[in-house]
T-cell receptor
Framework: DSGVTQTPKHLITATGQRVTLRCSPRSGDLSVYWYQQSLDQGLQFLIQYYNGEERAKGNILERFSAQQFPDLHSELNLSSLELGDSALYFC???????????????FGPGTRLTVL | GQQVMQIPQYQHVQEGEDFTTYCNSSTTLSNIQWYKQRPGGHPVFLIQLVKSGEVKKQKRLTFQFGEAKKNSSLHITATQTTDVGTYFCAGRTTDSWGKFQFGAGTQVVVTP
């Protein structure tokens, strides 16, 4: 158990809909990362937050958005869903070393999103 | 943009044999991390390399970071069935809040 929790575990929805994925980082971790893992593909970095502020952005679509709240939990919002958005979405957290450059990431169990 | 390539994509290994997976970045990295993801699981951190030419060992696993900090390798000796999974490298860019770029992973299958 990494200490990172993600809800829901599974999500099935239809095209055009909007969903919210939730992540609670490990206690004390200020950085939260979101990744997308499609079938047989690697991890695509979406976005990183540090103590409530966006710090780095990857290949995140405009239809997707995220935020980190004062209690440090984070939410990833996916809207106007398409079939191709079906994937496993991971959240990871890391510690607070300066710049958070050298900290390992602790991954949550993921949310499996299926868009029908 | 930064690209991290990982080869091979698949590795079939007989139990007891050695194998190596390679990670190459198009740009210089500040550090590189390696993760292992078991089937149906989530990535788990294995190690981080920071210094040019760094070599670290964890039991049967040997990790190297290239002199130019653009490539890395993971070598596993005497493969066991517990080594099954996908191994990812993740390179971090050199700007102050570097993004992580994961390689596509090497999926390892071990036959007894």
């Amino acid at each position: 158990d990494s200490g990172v929790t993600q809800t829901p575990k599974h999500l099935i929805t239809a095209t055009g809909q909007r969903v919210t994925l939730r992540c609670s980082p490990r206690s004390g971790d200020l950085s939260v990362y979101w990744y997308q893992q499609s079938l047989d593909q690697g991890l695509q970095f979406l976005i990183q937050y540090y103590n409530g502020e966006e710090r780095a952005k990857g290949n995140i679509l405009e239809r997707f958005s995220a935020q980190q709240f004062p209690d440090l939990h984070s939410e990833l919002n996916l809207s106007s869903l398409e079939l191709g958005d079906s994937a496993l979405y991971f959240c990871a957290s890391s510690g607070i070393a300066t710049g958070a450059l050298n900290n390992e990431q602790f991954f949550g169990p993921g949310t499996r999103l299926t868009v029908l | 943009g930064q690209q991290v390539m990982q080869i091979p994509q698949y590795q079939h290994v007989q139990e007891g044999e050695d194998f190596t997976t390679y990670c190459n970045s198009s740009t210089t990295l500040s550090n590189i991390q390696w993760y292992k993801q078991r089937p149906g699981g989530h990535p788990v951190f294995l190690i981080q390399l920071v210094k040019s030419g760094e070599v670290k060992k964890q039991k049967r696993l040997t990790f190297q970071f290239g002199e130019a900090k653009k490539n890395s390798s993971l070598h596993i000796t005497a493969t066991q069935t517990t080594d099954v999974g996908t191994y990812f490298c993740a390179g971090r860019t050199t700007d102050s809040w570097g993004k992580f770029q994961f390689g596509a992973g090497t999926q390892v299958v071990v036959t007894p």
